[in-house]
């Protein structure tokens, strides 16, 4: 008596289609056959990789080519500063003229858990979505320098999907939202953010989106095309 076929027997009896799959029809073809989820996604990845498909690399490929796109797509440059103090469980970001748009609370989540590093990342999330806000205010594409003292969180700048670290989540948070980004180091003292972080009171950002969507620069097409190279260029003196 023969048991329910598994992933790998479908993929295999599938193969000669499968070979020839782009990313998104690898993806396609996982929700048809009910695997795209969690608990399957291994044994599919593993299966593909027995007929020869490398999952992972036309994946990046695809990103690479999201990221390009969108580069090209850039209408407008902003600048913002972003900081945290866990110690206050607070956090602030500062517009391109070094004043507060948004500074507040923490609220315990899945980006913030009380740790330093957790708030920097959630701060920068914070300010990343902000411009996302610009982005839909002003009608167009932002490419966002984003700069901060944490200078782990220039590793976010690296275009590989294996490099990075856990800044890795920046990168992907700002591909999600639509936001080019480029992460810049500066030191401590020079960080506007900072005072924001012990400052009491909140900002909220609603209060600062006309004044940053007249802040943002209009690019012409070959500054856009030129900008993220430069980002790209920059990265190892960012990371020192």
């Known amino acids: 008596m023969s048991g329910k076929p598994t992933i790998k027997d479908r993929v295999v009896e599938d193969s000669e289609r499968l070979v020839s799959c782009s990313y998104q029809e690898l993806l396609a073809w996982a929700a048809e056959h009910d695997i795209n989820n969690r608990a399957a996604w291994g044994r599919y990845k593993e299966a593909l990789t027995g007929i020869g498909v490398d999952f992972d690399a036309l994946r990046n490929t695809n990103r690479s080519a999201k990221r390009v796109e969108l580069a090209d797509s850039v209408t407008h440059k902003l600048v913002l500063y972003s900081d945290a103090k866990a110690s206050r469980d607070r956090f602030g970001i500062c517009g391109p003229d070094r004043e507060p748009v948004w500074h507040g609370m923490f609220f315990r989540d899945k980006d913030y858990d009380g740790e330093q590093s957790s708030g920097e990342m959630a701060a920068a999330k914070k300010a990343v979505w902000l411009a996302s806000k610009v982005a839909e205010k002003i009608g167009g594409v932002i490419e966002l320098e984003l700069r901060v003292d944490a200078q782990w969180l220039c590793w976010s700048n690296h275009t590989e999907d294996y490099r990075g670290g856990k800044a890795r ?18 030191l401590g003292n020079q960080n506007p953010a900072d005072k924001w972080t012990i400052a009491k009171g909140y900002l909220s950002w609603k209060d600062s989106i006309d004044k940053l969507a007249e802040s943002a620069v209009a690019l012409n097409h070959s500054m856009e095309a030129s900008s993220l190279s430069d980002a790209r260029e920059s990265f190892s003196m960012d990371i020192g």
Not at 169 to 180: I, N, P, T
């Open 169 to 186: 989540a920046l990168a992907e948070s700002a591909q999600r939202l639509g936001v080019v980004l480029h992460v810049t180091h500066i």
